[in-house]
């Protein structure tokens, strides 16, 4: 007989989705239902028996799924102890963590999900089957918005899904379901780690009930969560900065005064450069010209004040920045809403959503570095410096004028510095007087949602809604620089400031070139939406199938978001955090789509066959109108075994920020060939460089080109951006034999590419020199246009004071590949200390990926220049899309004892090795890292069930405490003892590690409650 799908039954999949709005929740905690699964029918059923998948819109009885699905269950974050999501998505295979609680620099206190590794902006976040609210001009929603402790569940989908959500699903969707409350719940949870420090805390409460004879029901939450901060400082491993390997050097803490066995620099110094008088202009250091290094044992280019107004050659001085960089950021977050829904009639409905979220956090760097080129007048510094320096700044400033009155004589211009009494020099101060550059940053975002749902006859449904969200952020910077109020203390035009040595400035001075900053981000979403949903009446392939189903819809979208810098910021006269300028922009989209599934039974065999398509015409003219669509198939031939497949074509319109960015400074880690040895021995090479702006005396000679890891460039937005454009594939088995009940098996193999990918222009600083100077070679290429006119007259460096500019380009892909495995299996254990029954319930989930491809192709016109990421770490991976360390293997898995009232859980993550991605270098040769070793965690859980309304928790994560190990030093700095390979030197990304991927903290307690009544 064939099933109808009758008027109440047929909710369109945003509002089924939306467990709290219109449907109840599937139960929880059912004995054979593991915490992490890969499903095949991820979903929540109506009253009907009616599900809609995660990647669907469409109301269908027994509907699976063609794109493999891994859900995330309540009890996952019960027995993790996780307040945060981001704690518990990071830790699934299919997902390459993008900024988490640990990440100070880079980092800017939210958290997001970065699905496969290709990118936060690629990664569709939904809650109850709609688009959430993101919080700047990236358009990158902060997960620390979602309410952990209401969620039901969390799905996350491999491939593409524009054809059913829209622009941004590139790489998948996660969707995150709230559930109904009924009653009142309270909860509460501390977390500490074994060593007293890193404390979290949270408390939520939640009320929800039926109202009007049943015909509504409302569900309120709020909730508060507070973390302390840890500094880097406080674990043996991050305490002292690791690196050297890039320069040659033996892996080294370069430290201040607090290094383990004696000061080896100084906080403070100044480099005083002395070849800016190449007085012919052909790069080279003429006789007379005074390029020469001053007598008296003083490097007037490169010296060193460790005693107040005293010079010497510096060597390899560093300072460590290490101790005063967080290692937790702290947080403060208030989280208040409510849901509700009232029939209004006839089985037309209304509801409501409205969420808001205050999140205040901290983040901490060390004490402000000035670097760049000064005018010093000598008057204004003879009281800081002792004799001999004076003398040195006189020779100098006796060159400079002679050398300009060589190029008058030449026929060129003048130096800049030519008169007497005035020299131009390169500078480099720790600001260490003004204390940490801390930012604060405070997020204030709210959504509102109404809509209404119902029946059309007898067959169909509709669903229509209209949704508003808002965040605001302010930002207060403390701890930078003014430029010019810097150069006014040093050329006489303002409050002298002696800068010649540690703890020199003295407070007046420091007021008289501090500057406090500010910047904020408005970002709104709007989003209008309708759905028509239903079948084609009771029509059927055979008597056996449920009907052809369908849903077509109409939806409007309209983003708009601005970057608003203070007058510091904006004119690039701030020195301490990045300087940029204003961003303001907004677009809309009209859409129209459809999906279509049509089922088809005959015996025991079943085929499942779906399309779905999308028209979208965009306001941006180089976007304009695009189509997206999407077809699947399964096929069961017994009820054991389903096969899966689907296609999907998606889209990404470029954001706000890649369209319309004002530009900004940034210093990203990069490498210049012109400092390189091989740039002193390839003529071409040589050549490409004193033809881009380097002195000839200069070329190979890294000390000079290249005055630290960084290099800085200008980024910015380009309005004629066009869409990004994505190809996926998966194809799959479930296996759920009868024979081994509670068992079921999920293999999927996945294939994502995307073309026509927006990235930096060049790849970026590092890959653009790169392919510069190493493949083009080419002054004429635009590639090399971009270092040519930016590098420094006298030494040939890219600095601050004229960084190169890198807008957004159309001009980069991504691929990436493997297979996933999910396996769940529940059954009973003959033995119980808790129940008379003489057993209890075990539980087993394993979530694991093989990523085989994983690779970034950074500019077009080089399709050989190809970065692969998988199973790879380092500098080069770090500045693609995968950022992190992407291992080949990564599983989690957990084991459940449930006896009656008490469970025992053990989770077991694992991260398989890594190789470092930079062939040229071998690290281990200076006593770095070439592979970081394959890494294991091990968590427990006990929680017991008191009564009916409360519920006591308990475990430990990093049961075995494994952490990366403490460097030991020898009497100069050395490392002479590396305990395990987590600890980096150059390839870090941050606290000598990478602290989202690798565990920080250690062993670590948590204890919670829930009551409920």
Same mark, same amino acid.
């Given at each position: 007989?064939?099933?109808?799908?009758?008027?109440?039954?047929?909710?369109?999949?945003?509002?089924?989705?939306?467990?709290?709005?219109?449907?109840?929740?599937?139960?929880?905690?059912?004995?054979?239902?593991?915490?992490?699964?890969?499903?095949?029918?991820?979903?929540?059923?109506?009253?009907?028996?009616?599900?809609?998948?995660?990647?669907?819109?469409?109301?269908? =009885?027994?509907?699976?799924?063609?794109?493999?699905?891994?859900?995330?269950?309540?009890?996952?974050?019960?027995?993790?102890?996780?307040? $945060?999501?981001? $704690?518990?998505?990071?830790?699934?295979?299919?997902?390459?963590?993008?900024?988490?609680?640990?990440?100070?620099?880079?980092?800017?206190?939210?958290?997001?999900?970065?699905?496969?590794?290709?990118?936060?902006?690629?990664?569709?976040?939904?809650?109850?089957?709609? =688009?959430?609210?993101?919080?700047?001009?990236?358009?990158?929603?902060?997960?620390?918005?979602?309410?952990?402790?209401?969620?039901?569940?969390?799905?996350?989908?491999?491939?593409?899904?524009?054809?059913?959500?829209?622009?941004?699903?590139?790489?998948?969707?996660?969707?995150?379901?709230? &559930? #109904?409350?009924?009653?009142?719940?309270?909860?509460?949870?501390?977390?500490?780690?074994? =060593?007293?420090?890193?404390?979290?805390?949270?408390?939520?409460?939640?009320?929800?009930?039926?109202?009007?004879d049943g015909r509504g029901n409302a569900t309120v939450y709020a909730g508060y969560y507070n973390r302390d901060s840890l500094f880097q400082g406080d674990r043996d491993f991050s305490a002292?900065?690791?690196?050297?390997?890039?320069?040659?050097?033996?892996?080294?803490?370069?430290?201040?005064?607090?290094? %383990?066995?004696?000061?080896?620099?100084?906080?403070?110094?100044?480099?005083?450069?002395?070849?800016?008088?190449?007085?012919?202009?052909?790069?080279?250091?003429d006789p007379g010209e005074g390029c020469a290094v001053l007598g008296q044992g003083l490097v007037i280019d490169d010296a060193v004040f460790d005693n107040a107004g005293v010079g010497r050659?510096?060597?390899?001085?560093?300072?460590?920045?290490?101790?005063?960089?967080?290692?937790?950021?702290?947080?403060?977050?208030?989280?208040?809403?409510?849901?509700?829904?009232?029939?209004?009639?006839? *089985?037309? &409905?209304?509801?409501?959503?409205?969420?808001?979220?205050?999140?205040?956090? @901290?983040?901490?760097?060390?004490?402000?570095?000035?670097?760049?080129?000064?005018?010093?007048?000598?008057?204004?510094?003879?009281?800081?410096?002792?004799?001999?320096?004076?003398?040195?700044?006189?020779?100098?400033?006796?060159?400079?004028?002679?050398?300009?009155?060589?190029?008058?004589?030449?026929?060129?211009? %003048?130096?800049?510095?030519?008169?007497?009494?005035?020299?131009?020099?390169?500078?480099?101060? &720790?600001?260490?007087?003004?204390?940490?550059?801390? !930012?604060?940053?405070?997020?204030?975002?709210?959504?509102?949602?109404?809509?209404?749902?119902?029946?059309?006859?007898?067959?169909?449904?509709?669903?229509?809604?209209?949704?508003?969200?808002?965040? =605001?952020?302010?930002?207060?910077?403390? *701890?930078?620089?003014?430029?010019?109020?810097?150069?006014?203390?040093?050329?006489?035009?303002?409050? %002298?400031?002696?800068?010649?040595?540690?703890?020199?400035?003295?407070?007046?001075?420091?007021?008289?070139?501090?500057?406090?900053?500010?910047?904020?981000?408005?970002?709104?979403?709007?989003?209008?939406?309708?759905?028509?949903?239903?079948?084609?009446?009771?029509?059927?392939?055979?008597?056996?199938?449920?009907?052809?189903?369908?849903?077509?819809?109409?939806?409007?979208?309209?983003?708009?978001?601005?970057?608003?810098? @203070?007058?510091?910021?904006?004119?690039?006269?701030?020195? *301490?955090?990045?300087?940029?300028? %204003?961003?303001?922009?907004?677009? #809309?989209?009209?859409?129209?789509?459809?999906?279509?599934?049509?089922?088809?039974?005959?015996?025991?065999?079943?085929?499942?066959?779906?399309?779905?398509?999308?028209?979208?015409?965009?306001?941006?003219?180089?976007?304009?109108?695009?189509?997206?669509?999407?077809?699947?198939?399964?096929?069961?031939?017994?009820?054991?075994?389903?096969? &899966?497949?689907?296609?999907?074509?998606?889209?990404?319109?470029?954001?706000?920020?890649?369209?319309?960015?004002?530009?900004?400074?940034?210093?990203?880690?990069?490498?210049?060939?012109?400092?390189? @040895?091989?740039?002193?021995?390839?003529?071409?090479?040589?050549?490409?460089?004193?033809?881009?702006?380097?002195?000839?005396?200069?070329?190979?000679?890294?000390?000079?080109?290249?005055?630290?890891?960084?290099?800085?460039?200008?980024?910015?937005?380009?309005?004629?951006?066009?869409?990004?454009?994505?190809?996926?594939?998966?194809?799959?088995?479930?296996?759920?034999?009868?024979?081994?009940?509670?068992?079921?098996?999920?293999?999927?193999?996945?294939?994502?590419?995307?073309?026509?990918?927006?990235?930096?222009?060049?790849?970026?600083?590092?890959?653009?020199?790169?392919?510069?100077?190493?493949?083009?070679?080419?002054?004429? #290429?635009?590639?090399?246009?971009?270092?040519?006119?930016?590098?420094?007259?006298?030494?040939?460096?890219?600095?601050?004071?004229?960084?190169?500019?890198?807008?957004?380009?159309?001009?980069?892909?991504?691929?990436?590949?493997?297979?996933?495995?999910?396996?769940?299996?529940?059954?009973?254990?003959?033995?119980?200390?808790?129940?008379?029954?003489?057993?209890?319930?075990?539980?087993?989930?394993?979530? *694991?990926?093989?990523?085989?491809?994983?690779?970034?192709?950074?500019?077009?016109?080089?399709?050989?220049?190809?970065?692969?990421?998988?199973?790879?770490?380092?500098?080069?991976?770090?500045?693609?899309?995968?950022?992190?360390?992407?291992?080949?293997?990564?599983?989690?898995?957990?084991?459940?004892?449930?006896?009656?009232?008490?469970?025992?859980?053990?989770?077991?993550?694992?991260?398989?090795?890594?190789?470092?991605?930079?062939?040229?270098?071998?690290?281990?040769?200076?006593?770095?890292?070439?592979?970081?070793?394959?890494?294991?965690?091990?968590?427990?859980?006990?929680?017991?069930?008191? !009564?009916?309304?409360?519920?006591?928790?308990?475990?430990?994560?990093?049961?075995?405490?494994?952490?990366?190990? $403490?460097?030991?030093?020898?009497?100069?700095?050395?490392?002479?003892?590396?305990?395990?390979?987590?600890?980096?030197? @150059?390839?870090?990304?941050?606290?000598?590690?990478?602290?989202?991927?690798? #565990?920080?903290?250690?062993?670590?307690?948590?204890?919670?409650?829930?009551?409920?009544?």
């Amino acid at each position: 007989m064939t099933n109808r799908l009758n008027k109440a039954a047929l909710l369109t999949g945003t509002i089924i989705a939306g467990a709290v709005v219109a449907t109840p929740a599937m139960a929880q905690g059912a004995p054979d239902e593991p915490a992490i699964e890969a499903s095949q029918d991820a979903g929540v059923a109506n009253e009907e028996g009616l599900i809609v998948v995660t990647g669907s819109r469409i109301a269908r =009885r027994d509907l699976e799924s063609a794109a493999p699905i891994a859900v995330v269950n309540e009890e996952e974050f019960e027995l993790s102890g996780a307040v $945060n999501v981001e $704690n518990v998505i990071n830790t699934l295979p299919q997902v390459v963590p993008g900024f988490t609680s640990n990440s100070n620099n880079p980092g800017n206190g939210t958290a997001s999900v970065n699905l496969r590794g290709l990118g936060e902006t690629r990664t569709m976040v939904l809650v109850n089957g709609r =688009r959430w609210m993101f919080y700047d001009t990236n358009q990158t929603v902060d997960l620390n918005t979602i309410p952990q402790f209401l969620l039901d569940s969390v799905d996350v989908v491999t491939g593409g899904a524009s054809a059913v959500y829209g622009s941004d699903a590139l790489s998948g969707v996660v969707n995150f379901r709230l &559930r #109904d409350v009924e009653g009142v719940e309270l909860g509460g949870q501390y977390s500490i780690t074994e =060593r007293g420090d890193a404390r979290r805390f949270e408390v939520s409460g939640a009320i929800g009930t039926a109202f009007a004879d049943g015909r509504g029901n409302a569900t309120v939450y709020a909730g508060y969560y507070n973390r302390d901060s840890l500094f880097q400082g406080d674990r043996d491993f991050s305490a002292f900065a690791l690196g050297g390997e890039s320069t040659d050097d033996p892996l080294q803490q370069f430290g201040s005064s607090t290094v %383990p066995f004696g000061r080896i620099n100084t906080p403070g110094s100044i480099g005083i450069s002395a070849t800016a008088n190449d007085a012919n202009d052909n790069g080279q250091c003429d006789p007379g010209e005074g390029c020469a290094v001053l007598g008296q044992g003083l490097v007037i280019d490169d010296a060193v004040f460790d005693n107040a107004g005293v010079g010497r050659a510096r060597t390899g001085d560093l300072y460590n920045y290490a101790p005063v960089n967080y290692l937790q950021l702290p947080q403060e977050r208030y989280l208040l809403g409510g849901y509700a829904d009232y029939e209004i009639g006839n *089985g037309h &409905r209304a509801y409501a959503e409205v969420s808001y979220v205050n999140n205040r956090v @901290d983040a901490a760097l060390a004490a402000t570095p000035v670097t760049g080129t000064f005018n010093i007048d000598l008057a204004t510094i003879q009281p800081f410096v002792d004799a001999a320096t004076f003398a040195a700044f006189q020779e100098l400033d006796q060159r400079e004028a002679d050398a300009s009155a060589q190029r008058v004589a030449n026929g060129l211009d %003048p130096l800049a510095s030519a008169e007497l009494g005035t020299v131009s020099t390169f500078v480099q101060r &720790r600001i260490v007087e003004t204390g940490l550059r801390e !930012n604060l940053d405070e997020r204030n975002a709210f959504r509102v949602l109404g809509g209404l749902t119902g029946p059309i006859g007898e067959y169909l449904n509709y669903d229509a809604y209209y949704m508003y969200a808002r965040t =605001r952020n302010a930002q207060v910077q403390n *701890g930078n620089i003014s430029r010019s109020a810097f150069q006014a203390g040093l050329d006489g035009t303002g409050t %002298p400031i002696n800068i010649f040595g540690p703890n020199t400035l003295t407070p007046e001075q420091v007021d008289a070139i501090t500057i406090r900053a500010q910047n904020g981000d408005i970002s709104a979403l709007q989003v209008a939406s309708a759905v028509v949903s239903g079948t084609l009446g009771d029509f059927a392939i055979t008597a056996e199938s449920d009907p052809i189903a369908f849903a077509v819809g109409t939806e409007y979208r309209k983003v708009s978001s601005q970057f608003i810098p @203070d007058t510091a910021l904006a004119s690039g006269d701030v020195i *301490g955090f990045n300087a940029g300028e %204003p961003t303001q922009g907004e677009y #809309d989209v009209k859409e129209f789509f459809a999906e279509l599934a049509i089922p088809v039974r005959f015996g025991s065999a079943t085929l499942d066959l779906t399309g779905a398509a999308r028209y979208s015409d965009y306001s941006l003219d180089a976007v304009g109108g695009v189509w997206t669509y999407a077809g699947g198939v399964e096929f069961s031939p017994i009820r054991d075994v389903t096969i &899966r497949g689907q296609y999907q074509r998606a889209i990404r319109a470029p954001n706000v920020g890649e369209l319309f960015g004002g530009s900004s400074i940034g210093f990203p880690a990069a490498t210049d060939p012109c400092g390189q @040895d091989a740039a002193a021995t390839d003529a071409t090479i040589r050549a490409l460089c004193i033809a881009t702006g380097v002195p000839s005396g200069s070329v190979g000679d890294a000390d000079t080109i290249q005055l630290n890891t960084q290099i800085p460039g200008l980024f910015g937005g380009n309005p004629n951006l066009e869409e990004e454009t994505s190809d996926s594939y998966t194809a799959g088995i479930v296996l759920q034999p009868r024979f081994i009940p509670g068992l079921s098996v999920t293999v999927d193999y996945f294939d994502i590419t995307i073309e026509n990918a927006i990235s930096t222009f060049g790849g970026g600083v590092n890959n653009a020199l790169r392919l510069c100077y190493n493949q083009v070679q080419d002054i004429n #290429d635009p590639l090399c246009q971009a270092f040519d006119g930016f590098r420094d007259p006298t030494t040939g460096a890219i600095t601050v004071d004229n960084p190169p500019l890198f807008l957004q380009a159309n001009a980069a892909s991504l691929k990436t590949s493997g297979v996933d495995l999910g396996v769940s299996y529940g059954t009973a254990i003959p033995f119980s200390l808790f129940t008379d029954t003489g057993e209890q319930r075990f539980q087993f989930s394993f979530l *694991g990926t093989w990523t085989d491809t994983a690779s970034f192709t950074p500019v077009a016109a080089f399709p050989d220049e190809v970065t692969e990421c998988a199973g790879k770490f380092g500098t080069t991976c770090s500045a693609t899309p995968f950022g992190q360390p992407v291992p080949e293997y990564k599983w989690t898995s957990r084991f459940n004892f449930i006896d009656g009232p008490m469970t025992t859980s053990i989770r077991w993550r694992h991260i398989g090795s890594v190789q470092d991605d930079d062939p040229s270098t071998d690290y281990t040769a200076f006593n770095g890292i070439e592979e970081i070793d394959a890494y294991d965690l091990v968590d427990v859980t006990f929680s017991f069930a008191a !009564n009916e309304m409360l519920t006591l928790t308990a475990g430990v994560s990093n049961l075995f405490d494994t952490l990366p190990g $403490n460097p030991e030093f020898d009497a100069n700095g050395i490392v002479t003892n590396r305990p395990n390979s987590l600890l980096l030197g @150059d390839n870090q990304e941050q606290a000598n590690t990478y602290p989202s991927v690798y #565990d920080v903290l250690g062993r670590d307690y948590f204890v919670s409650a829930t009551l409920k009544f």
